[in-house]
């Protein structure tokens, strides 16, 4: 059987003429990953569930369902089961992140700031596509550097849950925003040169970029352009 007709189930694909079939496969679950995203943002915001969960122990809930669902993740994505334990992880996101949007809700412009971050993460998402599909260069010599960008955002954000500074926030908001639209480009490209083959987790990897993105770039409109009855 020749490389360009060898496929496995379930979102493992090989060879150059599956590489639109892995891409096209990830688009249609990443756009149906936001269903699952906006009901759990709804939820949250409509229980105040996750409002009570705040500084340590909100960090140990969001830490502890982020990686587990992601080691799940991982463990399914050539099963039958990993889309499903995908869309829960999307669900689980959903809800961590009612809290900032009940934050912003709070701000008599918060719906606004809410449209203006999306849309600025949609076209931050189209830039990236647009570039990924130009750029002849291998792009996977960023990874390393881009995963310790992560890290450190990771690291100071923890370090912030405790000390609470604005000032603190509004840095790693922006820093999150540059090296994860990089990792959206970087994550598309790879999925377009082959690189990554299995659609279950270019959509993990895409969909995490883009929460990222927009969830950086709320807080920070939050933070600069929210505004008090």
Known sequence: MSENVQTVDYGYAVGADNRNKVMRNTYWLLALSMVPTVLGAWVGVATGIVIGLTG?????????GA?????????????????????GFTFFMGLMLSRLITAVLGFSNGPSLIMTAFGGTAGVFFVMASLASVIKRDLSGMGKWLFVGALAIMIGGIINVFIGSTAGMMVISVMAIGIFSAYMLYDLKQILDGGETNYISATLALYLDLFNVFQSLLALLGIAGGQRD
């Open 56 to 64: 340590g122990l909100g960090l140990i809930v969001f830490l502890a």
């Open 67 to 87: 990686f587990g669902f992601m080691f799940a993740i991982e463990k399914t994505k050539n099963s039958a089961a990993g889309v499903p334990v995908l869309l």
